[in-house]
């Protein structure tokens, strides 16, 4: 069975930090492109980082800010957020995909986590 299992989200204040984790099983983690996406209430969803082997990719809102990475021996992907601020308030979904890439973005995904509430508070 596929799973993607986000954690690490919560409530934190602008300015702050928190890392998400998202834990990958059921299919072969080294073939596939992860991706963090997010999306707000009323808004829609936006590609926030992305990563295959050493190839990544940030969103323009973000870049600077996130950073992320992978542990291959865990099969877990982490995104470091850094300087949060409200506007970076939203659920934040792990997503996988066999043909996806950093280079686009990495908007082609198989398999998508249940998402993590982010909240920032001003």
């Known amino acids: 069975e596929v799973q993607l299992v986000e954690s690490g989200g919560g409530l934190v204040q602008a300015g702050g930090s928190l890392r998400l984790s998202c834990a990958a099983s059921?299919?072969?983690?080294?073939?596939?492109?992860i991706a963090w996406f997010r999306q707000a209430p009323g808004k829609e969803r936006e590609a926030v980082s992305c990563?295959?082997?050493?190839?990544?990719f940030y969103g323009h809102s973000v870049k600077g800010r996130f950073i992320i990475s992978n542990d291959n021996a865990k099969n877990t992907v982490y995104l470091q957020m850094n300087s949060l601020n409200p506007d970076d308030t939203a659920v934040y979904y792990c997503?996988?995909?066999?043909?996806?890439?950093?280079?686009?973005?990495?908007?082609?995904?198989?398999?998508w986590g249940q998402g993590t509430q982010v909240t920032v508070s001003s």
């Open positions: 059921g299919f072969t983690f080294d073939n596939y492109a």
């Open positions: 997503a996988a995909g066999l043909h996806g890439h950093p280079r686009y973005g990495c908007r082609d995904n198989d398999f």
């Open positions: 990563i295959r082997g050493s190839d990544t």
